[in-house]
């Protein structure tokens, strides 16, 4: 696997579009869930019942 300084252009388009969209949607979900966990925490630390 070459680095991604060292790829053609046009060579980034060859993955196929479902999984283009399925990294985004993981990476996505994964950025959602990461901010949901940290403002739970702050939420317990801030003001525990």
Same mark, same amino acid.
């Given at each position: 696997?070459?680095?991604?300084?060292?790829?053609?252009?046009?060579?980034?388009?060859? %993955?196929?579009?479902?999984? %283009?969209?399925?990294?985004?949607?993981?990476?996505?979900?994964?950025?959602?869930?990461?901010?949901?966990?940290?403002?739970?925490?702050? %939420?317990?630390?801030?003001?525990?019942?």
């Amino acid at each position: 696997m070459t680095p991604a300084s060292q790829q053609k252009p046009g060579s980034l388009g060859k %993955r196929p579009l479902i999984q %283009r969209l399925l990294w985004f949607a993981a990476l996505w979900l994964g950025g959602v869930a990461s901010v949901t966990l940290v403002s739970y925490v702050l %939420r317990l630390w801030i003001a525990p019942k």
